[in-house]
Structures are given as structure tokens and as C-alpha cells.
């Protein structure tokens, strides 16, 4: 797993509160990434990072901001959470170069009620 | 902007028989296909992976084909057995399909 760790593995929160998830690797790997997996969308990238303080928006990043201060840890806030953003939320890290494969955290499941 | 798509949500096979799961793409830009397997509660793990310059990999009982005029991949797995039973993602630019459920009946 490229000793990637994710926490909470499970949270459940009301609307309109703030939640923070966290991924902590232990490989030094630069590029880090979060996704979302819902029924029917397979994995969605929210947000991702190629170095400390240097992140980018993916596909479904309204709703969520992240931070990279550090290279091992890489943070995904979910500023007012919504019951949409129920899902279970994997953290990734990228080792090589761009078509390597990623490694996977064993995910969060976040029940937004 | 690139899109994979599975369109087969689940699969169900016997054992010992042949595995075979479909991604289509849209995108030609980008050099590597990647498969991922997934159990539940884990995170995806990388399975195998193809460059766009060939049309075959082979990896023991795993084995992807690409066809590019089609925008089209394929994994095959021979012979399937029960521990394949897992969801299976194709990839491709940080962008993965929906993911097909194969069950292997003993």
C-alpha cells in the first residue's frame, strides 16, 4: 500500500458542518491525489498535489479545497459538508514518473446526514 | 478531455473459464492504460498496464489488448478463479471508467 495511511476509515456528520480527512505516506512520494468512488462513477479525481503547497483541481473540486504543507500528509476539507459528498474517499501517491500506476490508501467512508 | 467508460456494470463467470472486460476510451493523447482491482474495503491495487505503442500485455493469467482504431481495450483473464471476484477499474490521465463487478462462481 506504499504505507499510505488514511483517517478517519469511517466519520459520520451533519450537513452543513466542516470535515477534514487526512492521507499520511510514508515513501516521500511527490504527486498525491484524492478520489471519491460512488455507484456508477467509478473514481472521481476531487483534487491533487505535485509537491508541498502546489495543488490542483480535478473533475469534481467544487466543495472541497485541500492542503499540502508538509510532503508526507495532504489534507481534503470538505468546507460545509452536503449529503452529496457522501462517499467513500481514497487518498493516492504517484511513485515514477506520470504512467506509473498509483498506490491506493484503504479509503474513508464519510456519511454525510 | 479524455473519458473511459466500462459499460458493463457487472460480470459473472465460472470458474475456470474466461474473464473478459471491456473500457473504451475517447482520448488518444495520453501513453498508458492501466487495470486496477479492488476488494471490498480496500483501495484499489494496479494490476496491468498497456502502452500505447503495443497491443498486447501479457502478465501470467492476465492478459490486455488494445485497439487503438477502435479506442478500445480489453482484459483477459485465463483461467478465471473465485479470488478474481473484485471490481475492476480501467485507467487512464488520473481518469477511471465506472468499474465492472466480476463474480467467479466455484
Known amino acids: 500500500d506504499a504505507g499510505i495511511t488514511q483517517s478517519p476509515r469511517h466519520k459520520v456528520t451533519e450537513t452543513g458542518t466542516p470535515v477534514t480527512l487526512r492521507c499520511h505516506q510514508t515513501e516521500n512520494h511527490r504527486y498525491m491525489y484524492w478520489y471519491r468512488q460512488d455507484p456508477g462513477h467509478g473514481l472521481r479525481l476531487i483534487h491533487y498535489?505535485?509537491?508541498?503547497?502546489?495543488?490542483d483541481k480535478g473533475e469534481v473540486s467544487d466543495g472541497y479545497s485541500v492542503s499540502r504543507s508538509k510532503t508526507e500528509d495532504f489534507l481534503l476539507t470538505l468546507e460545509s459538508a452536503t449529503s452529496s459528498q457522501t462517499s467513500v474517499y481514497f487518498c493516492?501517491?504517484?511513485?515514477?514518473?506520470?504512467?506509473?500506476?498509483?498506490?491506493f490508501g484503504n479509503g474513508t467512508r464519510l456519511t454525510v446526514t | 478531455d479524455q473519458q473511459v467508460k466500462q459499460n458493463s456494470p457487472s460480470l459473472s463467470v465460472q470458474e475456470g473459464r474466461i474473464s473478459i472486460l471491456n473500457c473504451d476510451y475517447t482520448n488518444s493523447m495520453f501513453d498508458y492504460f492501466l487495470w486496477y482491482k479492488k476488494y471490498p474495503a480496500e483501495g484499489p491495487t494496479f494490476l496491468i498496464s498497456i502502452s500505447s505503442i503495443k497491443d498486447k500485455n501479457e502478465d501470467g493469467r492476465f492478459t490486455v489488448f488494445l485497439n487503438k482504431s477502435a479506442k478500445h481495450l480489453s482484459l483477459h483473464i485465463v483461467p478465471s478463479q473465485p479470488g478474481d471476484s473484485a471490481v475492476y477499474f480501467c485507467?487512464?490521465?488520473?481518469?477511471f471508467g465506472a468499474g465492472t463487478r466480476l463474480t467467479v462462481k466455484p
Open positions: 485507467a487512464n490521465d488520473m481518469r
Open positions: 493516492a501517491t504517484l511513485k515514477g514518473n506520470y504512467n506509473s500506476p498509483l498506490h
Open positions: 498535489s505535485y509537491g508541498v503547497k502546489d495543488t
